[in-house]
């Protein structure tokens, strides 16, 4: 929380909303970022080692919870993680074959992966914004963004992703003269409209990548920048930081949905782009 000594609440805000960024300085040496305008000053370049870290280490964490649960799965009656990991795949399994007809054995793993891996880098959303950061800080580090999903890097990366295998798959199975068909002669079938069926098909493939990337990620950097605005009302004054705790804890049950829901629609939406890709009928 910000104190009136030594951090402003715009201070405070811009330090959480920093990521702790590593490139090169403009005096060409390599290294970490000490403030956010220096971090934009790096361009592209750069890496935010906090975003690659958390997505990294919650991937590695969602593997090694399904491998322990695959491991020591029973036919008896199964354990709690054993339940949870059996009903998430039942969900993702049962959603994949009510949207994707086509035979791809990729689709359903594909959007297990999806889902789970962005649940988990939202729920980091839900631990209180000082918690990691102060302890990053006795370990001389001082900027620690924990939620990858608020780095538009880490939700354009894994929306780029998907759009290769959209774009693979569909000059798979329409082959390279079919799709660029589908781009030429959709919606309007004359010749003359070409170019005009062309730029509505372009926009529409292009805006499906961004729309993955972009809504996971203003959804998750709007409840994280809420989650900041009510940290500094418990440096306001114990009338403030009372009001502050109620509104904190009505936000994080209200943020469960919204993290929830973001990692569904994100695998959804991806059945469904692989599932265009697939198709092969005439529109």
């Not at 009903?87 to 359903?108: G, P, R, Y």
């Not at 959303?125 to 006795?138: F, G, M, Q, S, T």
Request: contains cysteine; charged residues 10%.
């Amino acid at each position: 929380m910000p104190t009136g000594e030594t951090q402003t609440s715009a201070e405070y805000i811009k330090h959480h909303l920093t990521n702790l960024t590593y490139g090169q300085h403009p005096d060409g040496a390599w290294g970490f970022a000490h403030s956010a305008e220096e971090a934009l000053e790096m361009g592209f370049m750069s890496i935010n080692v906090d975003s690659m870290a958390w997505s990294i280490g919650l991937g590695v964490i969602f593997l090694l919870l399904f491998r322990r649960a695959a491991k020591n799965a029973t036919v008896g009656v199964p354990g709690g993680l054993q339940n949870g990991v059996e009903m998430i795949v039942d969900f993702i399994d049962d959603l994949t074959q009510s949207i994707f007809s086509h035979k791809n054995d990729l689709i359903a793993p594909m959007a297990l992966t999806i889902f789970v891996w962005v649940f988990l880098m939202n729920l980091m959303d839900l631990v209180p914004v000082d918690w990691i950061p102060e302890l990053a800080k006795l370990f001389g580090v001082h900027y620690m963004k924990v939620v990858p999903s608020t780095d538009p890097n880490i939700t354009m990366a894994m929306a780029l992703a998907v759009f290769v295998l959209i774009i693979y798959y569909s000059i798979k199975c329409k082959g390279l003269g079919g799709f660029l068909a589908e781009l030429s002669f959709h919606p309007f079938p004359s010749k003359l409209l070409i170019p005009v069926n062309f730029i509505l098909e372009f926009v529409t493939l292009i805006a499906k990548p961004l729309s993955l990337g972009l809504r996971l990620f203003g959804n998750l950097y709007a409840g994280e920048m809420i989650f900041v605005l009510i940290a500094i009302m418990f440096s306001a004054g114990i009338g403030f930081a009372l009001a502050g705790g109620v509104f904190q804890f009505v936000w994080a049950v209200f943020h469960l949905i919204i993290i929830t829901l973001q990692a569904f629609v994100f695998a959804v939406l991806t059945i469904v782009y692989m599932a265009q890709a697939h198709d092969t009928e005439e529109h």
